[in-house]
């Protein structure tokens, strides 16, 4: 448990600190990976296909490697 | 743009009725030139072969009309009457060269059946006493009225007319017989129409030996070999190619026969053959018809390349007007919909996506729409479901 809340607490520093759009954003990766990071929390359970899924989704979207 | 996508198939599609529209131009104006240069051609044979009976009729009449004066002559008639070789050459001489100058080239006498027997040719005055024993001497003694038409001699093609002489009384003394080379037609012809013509005369009714001698005579080329079934007698054009022809004279239909076009640097002609049959129907010679139809397939070729340019302009601005409606009316407003959706799965909630038309994307906007207040009202209840599960759990 805290994998996924972990990934998306680098994906949203990333996004401030390349200025990007971050609702642009999150939305091309809760699509991609099929899990809305709104509804990441350190509770979320570390399912592994959406842990794959959106390392993927990060990588091709933000070029960044979780 | 990627291969499978909507604008590359639509592309694709529109580029292929591009090709489609400018082959279908090029085969559509390559098939009228077909049909109107056969059109032409047809013509120029139906044409040709009308005016040399134009000419024929207006050379009978003329000769006709000769032949009455001719016998109407005193001089003439009593010298025949008294059978005056020598005296009638010399009162026919004069008007034999006056007449030359019109066309007339033969002028004979025959003396009375049942020999019948050239009595003086002011062409070849020293030549006489033969029997020719032609179509026509059969028929005028059988007939005793005048009979015209076509007759192949042993070295030329001429229009003949042959008619009893009869003395002050009425009685037939002998016949007059006139005649003018058909080869001279043909000049006529081309002055009058700007094509060219050929004579061709039928060897099967000719003598070798009586050709190369004429040829001699002519000084013409003895081109006897030129061809395997006919000569050319004459024509109107240097050109040897222009009057080809592989078939049997005897083949050819009545009116006439449309050969294949013809190219020769960059003129370009079509040709077409008719028979020329004598007065006992034979067919004993062909007149070759050729007309330059070079202007006409150069018109063509220009309204070809006016109509491909304009079609391929006219396709490509429809290309891009297409294009340029598909993006404004689809793809623009589906990229809109698609980044709109995308922020609003992202955490952006509040982006409408506006309705901009009644037409079918309009519909789908609409909808997306609908789902995303559906979508944002289930999330803004999130904790409030949560709730709910947990205490249904709970009992």
């Known amino acids: 448990m805290g994998q996924l809340n972990e990934m998306k607490r680098k994906i949203e520093e990333k996004i401030k600190a390349d200025g990007l759009n971050a609702s642009d954003v999150k939305g091309k990766l809760g699509l991609r990976s099929g899990k809305l990071l709104a509804f990441i929390s350190d509770s979320t359970p570390d399912d592994p296909v959406v842990i794959q899924k959106l390392r993927k989704a990060a990588k091709e979207v933000m070029n960044l490697n979780l | ?395």
């Open chain 2, 1 to 395: 743009m990627t291969w499978n996508s909507i604008r590359t198939k639509v592309v694709a599609t529109l580029a292929g009725c591009l090709l489609v529209g400018v082959c279908g131009v090029l085969a559509v104006t390559q098939y009228n030139f077909k049909r109107d240069s056969q059109v032409l051609a047809t013509e120029s044979v139906a044409g040709a072969q009308r005016l040399f009976a134009i000419l024929e009729t207006r050379e009978i009449s003329k000769m006709s009309a000769v032949s009455d004066s001719l016998i109407a002559n005193s001089q003439i008639s009593d010298a025949f009457r008294a059978q005056d070789r020598n005296r009638l050459l010399q009162v026919s001489t004069p008007l034999y060269i006056d007449l030359k100058r019109q066309g007339i080239t033969n002028w004979m006498f025959h003396t009375r059946e049942p020999g019948m027997g050239v009595f003086l040719r002011l062409h070849n005055p020293p030549k006489f006493g033969d029997s020719l024993n032609r179509f026509f001497d059969k028929e005028v003694v059988r007939t005793h009225v005048l009979v015209s038409g076509n007759e192949l001699a042993k070295a030329g093609f001429a229009l003949r007319v042959i008619r009893p002489f009869p003395d002050s009384q009425g009685q037939i003394i002998g016949y007059i017989e006139l005649g003018e080379e058909l080869g001279q037609f043909i000049r006529t012809m081309k002055q009058q129409t700007g094509n060219e013509y050929g004579l061709l005369l039928n060897k099967k009714y000719m003598d070798r030996q009586f050709w190369a001698d004429s040829s001699k005579v002519w000084k013409r080329r003895d081109n006897w070999d030129d061809n395997p079934a006919f000569v050319v007698a004459d024509k109107t054009t240097e050109s040897e190619n222009l009057m080809r022809f592989d078939n049997d004279l005897d083949s050819l239909p009545p009116e006439g026969k449309v050969l294949e076009r013809f190219q020769s640097g960059n003129s370009v002609y079509v040709r077409g053959i008719f028979p020329v049959r004598d007065a006992a129907g034979n067919t004993v010679g062909a007149m070759f018809v050729v007309r330059d139809i070079s202007s006409f397939y150069l018109a063509m070729r220009h309204a070809m390349k006016v109509m491909v340019i304009v079609t391929l302009v006219a396709l490509i601005l429809g290309m891009l007007f297409v294009q340029l409606l598909l993006t404004r009316l689809v793809f623009q407003r589906l990229e809109r919909i698609t980044a709109i959706a995308t922020r609003v799965v992202g955490g952006d909630y509040g982006t409408e996506i506006q309705v901009s038309s009644d037409d079918e994307v309009g519909k789908f906007e609409q909808l997306f729409e609908q789902f995303r207040c559906v979508f944002v009202d289930v999330l803004a209840h999130v904790p409030e479901l949560q709730q709910q599960a947990h205490g249904g759990d709970s009992r």
